[in-house]
């Protein structure tokens, strides 16, 4: 279920966005078919979206490239002559992608407030005397 720090559901505060899905197709009477519910400044009235439903449920089912390690050892022939037994190049990464049906924030996410995961990427040269 799609939740904040306080409790289930998206509460909107005030008439300016608190999370970013309020600041797209949410609904007005121009726009009856919106997305998500109305913005209004209720806490946790459910007519508004702020506390837990039927609405707020998503499959959590999700594919993620979690890790990736890639070397590659230099041929010997490009540094033999100077003394060097071993080189390699080396690039790591992760949290690459991720593939879901849940738009609002990250599956693995505890609440739509949590500090998101972080991609990291890591190069470098290893080199063996």
């Known amino acids: 279920m799609i939740a904040t720090n306080n409790g ?17 197709d949410v609904w007005t009477p121009e726009n009856p078919g919106a997305k998500y519910p109305r ?3 209720a806490w946790d009235d459910p ?5 837990g439903s039927s609405f707020w449920i998503r499959n959590g ?12 050892a230099l041929p010997s022939v490009w540094y033999a002559k100077v003394g060097l037994k071993k ?9 690459l992608f991720c593939i879901s049906g849940i738009d609002e ?15 990291t990427f890591t190069g470098g040269l290893s080199i063996n005397f």
């Open 61 to 72: 089912a999700f594919l993620r490239l979690k890790s990736l390690n890639i070397a590659y």
């Open 8 to 24: 289930d559901g998206v509460f909107q505060v005030g008439d300016k966005p608190y999370f970013e899905l309020w600041t797209g």
């Open 87 to 95: 080189v390699q190049v080396f690039f790591n990464a992760t949290n």
């Open 47 to 51: 007519e508004y979206g702020g506390q």
């Open 39 to 41: 913005v209004s400044g």
């Open 105 to 119: 924030m990250d599956p693995e996410q505890k609440t739509l407030d949590s500090y998101p995961l972080m991609k």
